[in-house]
């Protein structure tokens, strides 16, 4: 038994959460806040329409981001659940598979979204303005994808080979690296919102490639290999990261038709607002998705070596996790929503209350959001794509589309609930899944 296999498959659950669940969601967070520091800055240094710009660019932009992570998760399934079955040779081949595909579909998404985003942005109904601002940011952005998507695949397999604290390391790097560029290109130098993308894709791209070194310095449980056939490993990456995708994209899609919406009903005003509330769920979720994310080889390994009920003890410390996790936001959002609003934008006191009103409503989405969140992933370490999927598109699209159309008759007062409401629709969802599942199991 290797030292990644022991630690995965006897390590006390609770322990092997400490050790890391906690560390993964720190790192998870510190990969993904700059995302949301980067828009504080876009606000505080260039103003509304800077950060209204960037939060119409930001859903495509993630799109991309969410062709890497659907291969992450779904090889990372798939090298666990080998792993724990003690197939090594066949881990490696869905490595070095999941390597290529990320940097060949990364490539031709940034192509396409070089082409489609200006035509995007004016359908939305930007202004000349607007439209200019988020065509420089996704821009800039395109350029580096090929690279910088590469650091959502290789922290995934950092993490696999147990290297779980050096994963959060560098994410915690990452952070440093691309706020020290933002600063030193918007606050020192007084550049545009282009330089606020090149400085975190510069950040990101130094990152991935000290990620990348001691794989190629054949250093780590997994090693690039000579394929022997792609045909299978390709069918499972695809299956196994369908839900989260079908999570992120649908979850990007829906982002485009709100703001579309707010843009029509609100303006800037309204855009930016519901981007001040996004970029908040911008930490909270990786936070949540660290947790879970970084248990999954161990919830794979067990499952994959027949250990069931070890499996569910893991799972019921990351729920456990997730709840706490979303009732604190909860009442941050209650009780700090102007705090929380200055900190991106400085606005008068009209905009001001209006903002804080609509905090306040969006975020009960936490309430009951971990429910949904549970299930899916759960559901998705253990290889259940099928329930995994139908929660991710109920989650981003079904239920986002539905209480759009319902709610937006309502006007701003009505978007404002349609998060919330989703939230509350998918843990209904997720509650009934987990109980057919049960009745299966005991018909058995």
Known sequence: MTAEHAFFLETNPTKLFFKAAIP??????????????????????????????????????????????????GSSIGISLRLGKGKKEDADEMFTTAVLLSSVLSTLTAVLLTAAGPFIFRLMGADEALAKEAISYLGTYTI????????????????????????????????????????????????????????????????CIICIIPFVRGKMALRFVRLRGIKEPLREIFTQGLPNFLNNTSG?????????????????TAVSIFGVFMNIDGIIVPGMYGVFDSLQPAIGYNW??????????????????????????????????????????QTDKEELALAVHAIR????????????????????????????????????????????????????????????????????????????????AMEK
């Open 361 to 440: 409503i969006m975020g009960l989405t936490y309430l009951v959001r971990w429910i949904s969140y549970s299930g899916q992933s759960y559901a998705s370490a253990i290889g259940k794509s099928g329930e995994a999927a139908l929660l991710s598109l109920c989650n981003a699209f079904i239920f986002p589309v539905l209480m759009m159309f319902i709610l937006s008759g309502g006007g701003l007062e009505g978007l404002w609930y349609v998060t919330p409401s989703v939230a509350v629709l998918s843990a209904i969802t997720a509650v009934i899944i987990y109980m057919i599942r049960i009745r299966r």
């Open 144 to 207: 580096f994808i090929p690279v910088t998507c590469l650091v959502f695949v290789f922290d995934n397999y950092l993490r696999i080979c147990g290297w779980v604290r050096f994963s959060m390391v560098m994410n915690i790097v990452m952070a440093i690296l691309c706020l020290s560029f933002e600063l030193l290109f918007l606050y020192v130098f007084k550049l545009g919102i282009g330089y606020a993308a090149l400085g975190t894709s510069l950040g990101m791209s130094i990152t």
């Open 24 to 73: 993964g969601a720190i790192g998870m967070i510190a990969s993904n806040i700059y995302f949301s520091v980067e828009m504080l800055l876009i606000g505080r240094f260039l103003g509304q329409t800077a950060f209204a710009g960037g939060n119409l660019a930001n859903p495509l932009l993630l799109i991309a981001y969410a062709v890497a992570d659907m291969i992450a998760v």
């Open 304 to 345: 994959g070596a027949g250990r069931k009920d070890r499996s569910s003890r893991i799972a019921v410390r990351c729920v456990s996790a997730l709840t706490l996790m979303c009732l604190a936001f909860t009442l941050i959002l209650e009780f700090f929503p102007s705090s929380i609003f200055s900190l991106f934008l």
């Open 252 to 268: 990007r899609i829906t982002s485009v038709l709100m703001n579309t919406l707010l843009l029509r009903i609100g303006g800037d």
